[in-house]
């Protein structure tokens, strides 16, 4: 979990739980146009906006000029309408950007978060840090300071050099230390890719607010190269005209959300060819061993068998059984020990309740400390949900016997990261090859195996212990399924 996500009740922690929720990045802009929008229309179509979108949306950003500039009644709109995607369990970005000190800015903050109820706001930090403080007091509420904006005219001030460094990239570095509730985010606009990418590497993990894209035409695609964080999350794209002045809103959002996730997917695959790329490889002649020995086991077998998903497989793996020969537990505790040699961690976490043997085996191979999340919590004793020694800020090296799709394995993780453990990797004895490896890269996590189930039917059929023609069946059966 990035330190930005740290607070469970806090803003960023809401959306990226609207994120998830929806699979989606794009932040839906609500500008309604003085020249297009009469004063009487202005609440219903900015409903049913949200009505046509919210789907396919993590959040809302109403420009608050717009319905300034209409008086009390755009005022009274601005309200119902952050009201309505509250409603939708989606949170509110309000577009004000504000900048000011003192009981001036307090005020602006009052306004901000209790009268209007908005999430979070924009502001401009160059006033200061005084200017911040009243936002960032609010713990809960979020905040995204004006860093590389995207109209032409930023490079007036924000391309200044003062110290070695832009005025943006000083932006940046104040954001990180102002950070520390949590709940401090930058705008940065997609027509700057290159300076994104340094404001980046000056903070990995605060959340970034992406205007541009739309009819500015900024580069969505090597925008969201150089921002995403290694979990898939970390930027937030808004578009507002575009979608909302298009014939179909809805349709609108949804492309916009979908072409955002094939981004966020294709960084995702080449994020997993690299570590597949540089990860240590399992000696061949230990591969046959563990995959004769699975079979003879009965651990692998061959067939037509129900999964827990519904799915009816050729091929089931059981590696429970591994319990019942020592001699090839410790084989593969070797192989995984192996994996682990190139992954730093100061401790591995087991998940139960098939991963905690081979944790066992692999604590006593590789010399390291083992834990491991509790599937249930007990409402006696102490109450721990984790079980083992250990100190937040620690890195971990999570631990499995199988992997299909990532879901159980990012359930274990969430209560390790909550607990302040560094979590980047996860070694499992076999990879069936399902999805499992792009999950997990989609959210920063490094997927290890030692085999897969290709590298285990490629074993089985030249050691002669499975037919080529099982294995062909195997392999076509879960390419169509």
């Known amino acids: 979990m990035a330190a930005t996500d740290a607070l469970?009740?806090?803003?960023?922690?809401?959306?990226?739980?609207?994120?998830?929720?929806?699979?989606?990045?794009?932040?839906?802009?609500?500008?309604?146009?003085?020249?297009?929008?009469?004063?009487?229309?202005?609440?219903?179509?900015?409903?049913?906006l949200?009505?046509?979108?919210?789907?396919?949306?993590?959040?809302?950003?109403?420009?608050?000029?717009?319905?300034?500039?209409?008086?009390?009644?755009g005022l009274e709109a601005l309200a119902a309408t952050i009201?309505?995607?509250?409603?939708?369990?989606?949170?509110?970005?309000?577009?004000?950007?504000?900048?000011?000190?003192?009981?001036?800015?307090?005020?602006?903050?009052?306004?901000?978060?209790?009268?209007?109820?908005?999430?979070?706001?924009?502001l401009n930090p160059f006033l200061g840090s005084d200017s911040i403080e009243p936002f960032a007091a609010c713990a809960d509420r979020g905040m995204f300071l004006l860093c590389r904006t995207s109209n032409p005219g930023a490079r007036d001030l924000q391309e200044l050099s003062a110290d070695g460094r832009m005025v943006y990239e000083h932006?940046?570095?104040?954001?990180?230390?102002?950070?520390?509730?949590?709940?401090?985010?930058?705008?940065?606009?997609?027509?700057?890719?290159?300076?994104?990418?340094?404001?980046?590497?000056?903070?990995?993990?605060?959340?970034?607010?992406?205007?541009?894209?739309?009819?500015?035409?900024?580069?969505?695609?090597?925008?969201?190269?150089?921002?995403?964080?290694?979990?898939?999350?970390?930027?937030?794209?808004?578009?507002?005209?575009?979608?909302?002045?298009?014939?179909?809103?809805?349709?609108?959002a949804r492309g916009f959300r979908d072409r955002i996730n094939a981004a966020r997917r294709g960084r995702a695959r080449a994020a997993t060819r690299t570590v597949a790329a540089a990860a240590p490889a399992v000696d061949a002649s230990l591969v046959d061993e563990i995959a004769l020995g699975l079979h003879a086991l009965g651990a692998v077998r061959f067939g037509e068998f129900t999964l827990k998903s519904g799915k009816i497989s050729p091929v089931y793996i059981d590696l429970r059984l591994l319990v019942s020969d020592p001699a090839l537990m410790r084989i593969a505790a070797r192989a995984m020990a192996g994996l682990l040699k190139g992954i730093p961690c100061d401790r591995i976490a087991a998940i139960p309740y098939g991963g905690l043997p081979i944790g066992q085996a692999v604590s006593l191979e590789a010399g390291l400390p083992l834990l491991y999340p509790r599937r249930e919590v007990m409402d006696y004793g102490t109450r721990k949900a984790i079980e083992g020694a250990f100190a937040p800020g620690e890195t971990v090296a999570v631990l499995d016997d199988l992997v299909t799709t990532g879901g159980?394995?990012?359930?274990?993780?969430?209560?390790?990261?909550?607990?302040?453990?560094?979590?980047?990797?996860?070694?499992?004895?076999?990879?069936?090859?399902?999805g499992g490896a792009e999950e997990l890269a989609a959210r920063g996590l490094r997927?290890?195996?030692?085999?897969?189930?290709?590298?285990?039917?490629?074993?089985?059929?030249?050691?002669?212990?499975?037919?080529?023609?099982?294995?062909?069946?195997?392999?076509?059966?879960?390419?169509?399924?």
Do not use: M
Not at 426 to 433: K, N, S
């Open 8 to 48: 469970s009740d806090g803003f960023f922690a809401r959306l990226a739980d609207a994120c998830r929720r929806n699979d989606s990045l794009l932040c839906v802009g609500i500008d309604p146009q003085l020249d297009a929008v009469p004063d009487a229309d202005l609440r219903s179509r900015t409903a049913g």
């Open 50 to 73: 949200v009505d046509a979108t919210a789907a396919f949306a993590c959040c809302f950003k109403p420009n608050y000029a717009f319905f300034e500039a209409r008086g009390i009644p």
């Open 83 to 122: 009201a309505h995607v509250h409603g939708k369990g989606l949170p509110v970005i309000l577009d004000a950007k504000r900048g000011d000190v003192a009981s001036s800015a307090a005020a602006y903050a009052r306004a901000a978060f209790e009268v209007w109820g908005a999430d979070a706001v924009t």
């Open 171 to 252: 932006v940046a570095a104040l954001a990180t230390s102002w950070n520390r509730a949590g709940n401090v985010g930058l705008v940065v606009g997609a027509t700057w890719p290159e300076e994104l990418a340094r404001v980046r590497k000056i903070t990995p993990d605060q959340w970034i607010l992406l205007p541009g894209v739309g009819t500015q035409g900024g580069d969505l695609e090597a925008s969201l190269a150089a921002g995403l964080r290694p979990d898939g999350l970390g930027v937030v794209v808004t578009v507002s005209r575009a979608i909302a002045q298009a014939a179909d809103p809805g349709a609108a």
């Open 408 to 434: 159980s394995k990012l359930e274990a993780i969430a209560p390790l990261a909550e607990a302040g453990l560094v979590v980047r990797d996860v070694v499992v004895l076999v990879d069936r090859g399902q």
């Open 447 to 481: 997927l290890h195996a030692v085999l897969t189930l290709e590298a285990l039917l490629e074993a089985l059929v030249r050691r002669g212990a499975v037919e080529a023609g099982t294995a062909a069946t195997v392999r076509s059966a879960l390419e169509t399924g």
